[in-house]
């Protein structure tokens, strides 16, 4: 019997980890998990020990906010897994609370395991010390990453990324637009105003009115706005309700690759919706707010170091989509850019040519290569 500790905090932490779980039980049907998941994890055998939603918390005045809790869940977390000792820990992305928990199980001699390498490259690289001293592996998904950590001594195998294992090169989008049964006759815009609270209830005002104004100059264009839960989609419709009840747009919960892929154009959140923009190889226009406090505190003490904040931009290595942050994420601005890509088919096929040729970059076999190397460690630990 393998017994693997495992923890990720939101969904897409919930997605590489059921991703890794499912090829660990390929290779040991035998296998055990118990952590904190989504439903994802869930579904392939994750044994609840807190709720993943108790976890998904970003920026720094949110952080603060609910810190006792997160506080309380990490130490109830490593009493359970120092006198369970579970054969390895894999904490799944989310740096701030996992880092901590697997230096204190590395300390107590359990084999740890960290998925998806912090972006230290980009902000805080100061962070290396402590993942070195956290994780005797990273599995890294993005190419760029490894060399970085390995000058700073931390054992690094960069294994690709599993969505774009997943998501075929050439992706259907008529099949797509079938599935969501929203007709062709129109072309179609989607809005990813984001997956956490708080990314919604900053982006919506602005996602929504940019709709309004490139329905002004365009009146046969069509919205649609998927959501990864109901929570979300609540928020959405109630600043819709409020500012622009008759915009023609679709919101639905779940099918967000579906909504994507049948959209012309994004309008998207940066985070995960950018590499799955890329991946689904769909033109987008990029935004983000933080709160006050943690836009003056990044802001001021220079925190962040990357030139883009969409991955598709960084793996690039050019600003392809256009990006808008914080008080440039107007609705006039992101009208627009909307605008001018809708106008720009020529440009608009340029993009998905180059989003192609990194998506074939990507494709490694992730989650095999991920669980491969989870189990070799174990094994140098027996």
Not at 52 to 64: C, D, N, P, Q
Not at 174 to 194: F, M, N, S, Y
Request: glycine share 8%; charged share 25%; net charge positive.
């Amino acid at each position: 019997m393998l017994n693997v500790g495992i923890v990720a905090n939101e969904p897409s932490g919930d997605m590489l980890g059921a991703a890794l779980m499912r090829e660990i039980l390929r290779q040991r049907p035998e296998t055990r998990f118990e952590g904190v998941g989504g439903p994802l994890m869930e579904a392939q055998g994750c044994r609840s020990l807190a709720p993943m939603e108790r976890l998904t918390v970003m920026g720094l005045a949110e952080v603060l906010k609910h810190l006792p809790e997160l506080l309380s869940i990490r130490r109830r977390l490593k009493r359970h897994f120092l006198a369970a000792r579970p054969d390895v820990f894999i904490g799944v992305d989310a740096p701030d609370f996992n880092l901590g928990l697997e230096t204190d199980l590395k300390r107590a001699g359990i084999p740890t395991v960290h998925y998806v390498s912090p972006t230290v490259w980009a902000w805080r690289p100061g962070r290396v010390k402590t993942i070195r001293a956290a994780a005797d592996r990273v599995l890294s998904i993005f190419p760029f990453e490894t060399a970085f950590l390995e000058q700073h001594g931390v054992d690094a195998v960069y294994v690709g990324h599993p969505l774009a294992d997943r998501i075929p090169l050439q992706p259907d989008h008529e099949a797509a637009v079938q599935r969501l049964g929203i007709g062709t006759d129109h072309p179609l815009i989607a809005l990813l105003p984001g997956s956490r609270k708080g990314e919604v209830e900053r982006l919506a005002g602005p996602f929504i009115g940019a709709a309004q104004r490139v329905l002004r100059q365009r009146p046969e264009v069509r919205f649609v706005a998927p959501f990864i839960n109901g929570a979300t989609r609540a928020l959405f419709a109630a600043e819709l309700q409020r500012q622009a009840p008759d915009l023609p747009v679709t919101l639905m919960e779940g099918q967000t690759q579906d909504a994507m892929l049948a959209a012309e154009i994004l309008l998207t959140a940066s985070g995960t919706a950018t590499l799955e923009g890329l991946l689904l190889k769909r033109p987008m226009v990029v935004a983000y707010r933080l709160s006050p406090f943690t836009h003056v505190i990044l802001d001021r003490f220079k925190l962040v170091k990357t030139p883009h904040i969409a991955m598709a931009n960084l793996l690039a290595g050019e600003r392809i989509a256009p990006e808008f942050v914080q008080d440039a994420a107007t609705p006039d601005v992101l009208a627009g850019a909307l605008l001018r890509l809708l106008d720009d088919p020529h440009g608009r096929r340029a993009i998905q040519q180059r989003y192609q040729e990194i998506h074939r970059q990507l494709r490694r076999n992730a989650a095999e290569r991920a669980a491969e190397t989870v189990l070799k460690l174990v094994r140098e630990r027996v």
